[in-house]
């Protein structure tokens, strides 16, 4: 089971995400960057940490929806070596559910 959490508004809600992850009803989580327009530092950072937060409970955090700048920063600090990345939340969907 996977929850997918909508980071519209800001990322200040990314603690949301580590929040989530201490759940044990979702073995995974999409956060979904749509509508997201800019990041910055804090906010990689955020995502980064809860990634890894995921990995120590045995569980997964999948960034889905990303677009335009948010894209060439992921590409720029190499996030897709260790965050499985997607461009919609059909393609983060699919691949959690065939795991």
Do not use: C, W
Not at 11 to 24: G, Q
Not at 35 to 42: C, D, E, L, P
């Amino acid at each position: 089971m996977f929850l997918i959490l909508d980071m519209t508004d800001h990322l200040v809600k990314d603690s949301i995400a580590i929040v989530v992850m201490r759940d044990e009803t979702y073995e995974s989580v999409i956060l979904s960057l749509k509508g997201v327009g800019y990041i910055n530092s804090a906010g990689l950072g955020v995502i980064a940490d809860a990634v890894m937060q995921a990995r120590k409970q045995g569980k997964e955090l999948v960034v889905a929806n990303i677009q335009g700048p948010i894209s060439e920063i992921f590409e720029i600090v190499k996030f897709g070596s260790f965050i499985h990345l997607f461009a919609t939340e059909e393609e983060a969907t699919h691949f959690l559910r065939n795991k």
